[in-house]
């Protein structure tokens, strides 16, 4: 017996031998791959300092790009990184920046940065931010451009080196975008025709043929030059990673992965009102009454004023109530206003929303703030009348408006009586804005 399990011990003895041998190589296999981390950390690193004007990364954040691309300038040094960019070209923001490794080097801005976090930020109208990234995973690095994917949302992003100041890149960018009145182009690639549609609001180009088939879209950001696509079009089997913009002729220019130039025309719509023409006083004509004698339909009316906001994004209707000043958001794709679902105030701890009311549609409200009513130009430049109609939101047909009381959390607290604006709280059935 003893002699039995003595052999069966030597049986094992080689098993036990290999496995501790194993464990030997595992061991130095652990302490090569961190080495070899530490050494692809320190490397990211070295590269992200070297730059001497630092870098410009087109950041995009959700994961399906849908707000489209920002141009944010960012230089690193001494374990700090100053991050500036279009979101806030008056300013400069420092914070801490550091390499970490998660299964390879992780670039983590792990102090607060007003730019580099301001997606991934919730705000009153957005519970859920808008699932920004601040941790991005090394991919790989070259000498002008470090390719990194989003830890959150896995978009692929690329810092490249900054030939000129941050300051003198931004201010092009914001040249490009201020000029950018554009609506869609048009064109031909070879013997195809290209058509396209811009939506300034969120970034995004749709291009397809005349025909419409090989529909594509494109989240983008602005550059110094014109645009660049999250990813390339793919038009006829030649991809096309970015345009150049020329403001004077309205036009488009751009080269393919094969060598193909390409130039596109952009165009406007025949109702298209340019930012500037809207300044002014108005008469807001809203419900509509019949006179019992003559039976004509007549409105009433308050005198407003619109009052361009400070980044020319939309207006400030003045007029209505001295705590009501609702803002008009100018769509530059389409050249029209927007009146949308918004906090006006707050009262007593909750937010004062003036909300999309669909009142001819048996009196539903939201406070989405995608909800509400769009500007139409009567086409006379002289008599200038921009009518309301619906949007094109499609869980309401808005038509008038109303104020209603929502607790900071989101729950509805009811009818805010407090502040009259047109009639009462309520703005019924918004029909134009005529220019005086």
Same mark, same amino acid.
């Given at each position: ?60 954040? #959700?994961? #399906?790009?849908? !707000? ?13 990184? +100053? ?59 070259? *000498? ?11 978009? +692929? ?10 300051? #003198? ?53 602005? *550059? ?42 952009? *165009? ?9 023409? !809207? ?16 039976? #004509?339909?007549?409105? !009433? ?132 804005? +005529?220019?005086?």
């Amino acid at each position: 017996m003893k002699k039995k399990l003595f052999i069966y011990l030597l049986l094992l003895l080689p098993m036990f031998t290999f496995q501790s041998c194993l464990k030997d190589q595992e061991d130095i296999f652990d302490k090569d791959a961190s080495l070899r981390v530490q050494d692809a950390m320190d490397n990211a690193d070295k590269a992200f300092v070297s730059a001497e004007n630092g870098w410009i990364l087109d950041y995009y954040p #959700e994961e #399906e790009q849908s !707000y489209g691309g920002y141009a944010v300038t960012v230089k690193f040094a001494d374990g700090k990184a +100053v991050v500036g960019g279009e979101l806030d070209t008056e300013n400069t923001y420092e914070s801490l920046y550091k390499m970490t490794n998660d299964q390879g080097p992780v670039l983590t801005f792990d102090s607060y940065n007003e730019i580099m976090h301001y997606f991934a930020t919730p705000s009153n109208g957005n519970y859920e931010a808008m699932h920004g990234d601040f941790e991005f995973v090394v991919d790989s690095v070259g *000498t002008d451009v470090i390719k990194v994917h989003g830890k959150k949302t896995q978009n +692929v992003l690329y810092f490249r080196k900054l030939q000129t100041s941050a300051e #003198e890149y931004i201010n092009k960018v914001m040249e490009v975008e201020d000029n950018f009145v554009v609506s869609g182009l048009e064109g031909s690639v070879g013997d195809t025709k290209i058509l396209g549609e811009f939506d300034l609001d969120y970034r995004q180009l749709s291009i397809a043929n005349a025909d419409g088939s090989n529909a594509q879209q494109r989240a983008f950001a602005f *550059t110094d030059k014109g645009i660049r696509f999250y990813k390339p079009f793919n038009i006829g089997g030649e991809l096309l990673e970015s345009l150049e913009y020329n403001a004077e002729s309205n036009a488009f220019s751009g080269t393919t992965s094969k060598g193909t130039t390409i130039s596109l025309q952009g *165009t406007l719509p025949d109702d298209y009102v340019k930012y500037e023409a !809207y300044a002014g006083d108005y008469y807001l004509y809203y419900y509509p009454h019949k006179n019992s004698t003559t039976g #004509e339909i007549t409105y !009433y009316y308050s005198d407003v004023t619109l009052v361009p906001n400070e980044d020319k994004t939309g207006y400030i209707m003045e007029g209505l109530n001295d705590n009501v000043k609702p803002v008009l958001k100018f769509n530059k794709s389409k050249g029209n206003l927007e009146l949308n679902s918004q906090i006006v105030g707050t009262y007593g701890g909750n937010n004062i929303w003036l909300a999309a009311w669909g009142l001819k549609a048996g009196g539903n409200l939201t406070w989405a703030t995608a909800a509400g009513m769009e500007t139409q130009w009567n086409l006379d430049a002289e008599h200038p009348e921009y009518k309301f109609i619906s949007n094109s939101y499609a869980g309401l047909v808005t038509d008038s408006f109303l104020l209603w009381a929502v607790t900071p959390s989101g729950s509805s607290v009811g009818q805010f009586s407090t502040w009259t604006i047109a009639i009462k709280n309520q703005l019924p059935y918004l029909y134009s804005l +005529v220019k005086k």
